[in-house]
């Protein structure tokens, strides 16, 4: 599976942000899809999965912020009421057979 992630940039607090990552192979015969984030000096943290059956999960500090969607080759990551701390790297991942694949990682700055 091939992930290339789009969409990240800079953007005011309070701003809103839309990151897309498409797949080589359908979507909804992946497991899990998922958005992670890395900022400067601390590990990678899960910010919101899908499953292939449509359950969502996110993270507590994403919650009624963030909406993953997908549809047959592309992830969504929505991002509203963005925050500084929101800063990091976002990196899409596919966990699909015994697996898992990475995008190469996008860059949202907030500012503050």
């Known amino acids: 599976v091939q992930l290339q992630a789009s969409g990240g940039g800079l953007v005011q607090a309070g701003g809103s942000l839309r990151l897309s990552c498409a797949s080589s192979?359908?979507?909804?015969?992946?497991?899990?899809m998922a958005w992670y984030r890395q900022a400067p000096g601390k590990q990678r943290e899960l910010v919101a999965s899908?499953?292939?059956?449509?359950a969502t999960s996110y993270a507590d500090s994403v919650k009624g912020r963030f909406t993953i969607s997908r549809d047959k080759a592309m992830l969504y990551l929505q991002m509203n009421s963005l925050e500084p701390l929101d800063t990091a790297v976002y990196y899409c991942?596919?966990?699909?057979?015994?697996?898992?694949?990475w995008g190469q990682g996008t860059l949202v700055t907030v500012s503050s």
């Open positions: 991942n596919a966990a699909y057979q015994v697996f898992n694949y």
């Open positions: 192979r359908n979507i909804f015969d992946i497991s899990v």
């Open positions: 899908i499953t292939r059956g449509g």
